[in-house]
């Protein structure tokens, strides 16, 4: 009777430990979906998926929100008049191969690689089917010499119709 309460009170801890240390990654369709909310509804899903505030900041153009999971992983969002931004940065291999895997479905498109400053690429996807702009950018960091560890960052924004068919005309047919 007695390995039976041990066995018990290991599984409701196992439980208990999965429930609150459990942070969810978000996918491609969520960053996607969350460009559409506004500053409110963005904080809700945030607090939802275990991420913690970060930081705020407001300049007369925009206002930013910022925030954390448990595997450091950093979600913002960015409203503007014109457009809202979300991005996603500190993101390690295993996760940005889970994002990257979506990127390979029909409706994105690779518009464009090329590389941004130092030690950064970049890569601009289109999405047809809701018109938006994903880029990536793959950051190294080469300063450990026996090791290079790679983190991304992923932004995706509404852009203009006229900045949209820009970057389509980019395509090669």
């Not at 009170?9 to 459990?22: P, Q, R």
């Not at 910022?66 to 979600?75: E, I, L, P, R, T």
């Not at 690779?110 to 941004?116: A, R, Y």
């Not at 130092?118 to 994903?134: A, C, D, P, R, S």
Request: glycine share 2%; hydrophobic share 35%; with cysteine.
């Amino acid at each position: 009777m007695m390995k039976y309460k041990y066995l018990i009170l290991l599984f409701f801890l196992c439980i208990l430990s999965f429930t609150k240390g459990h942070a969810q990654n978000l996918k491609l369709e969520n960053l996607i979906k969350l460009n559409q909310l506004n500053l409110e509804e963005f904080q809700e899903y945030m607090y939802g998926n275990q991420f913690s505030f970060l930081r705020a900041k407001t300049n007369s153009k925009t206002d930013t929100i910022s925030f954390v999971n448990k595997k450091d992983v950093v979600a913002g969002f960015i409203v503007s008049k014109k457009t809202n931004t979300v991005f996603v940065e500190n993101i390690k291999e295993d996760y940005f191969k889970e994002l990257n895997s979506d990127l390979k479905y029909p409706d994105f498109i690779l518009v464009e690689t090329k590389i941004k400053t130092e030690n950064i690429l970049e890569k601009i996807y289109v999405n047809k089917k809701t018109e938006n702009i994903i880029q990536v950018s793959v950051i190294s960091n080469n300063k450990k010499s026996n090791q290079i560890e790679n983190k991304y960052k992923f932004t995706v924004f509404t852009p203009t119709k006229y900045v949209y068919r820009k970057y389509l005309s980019k395509v090669k047919k």
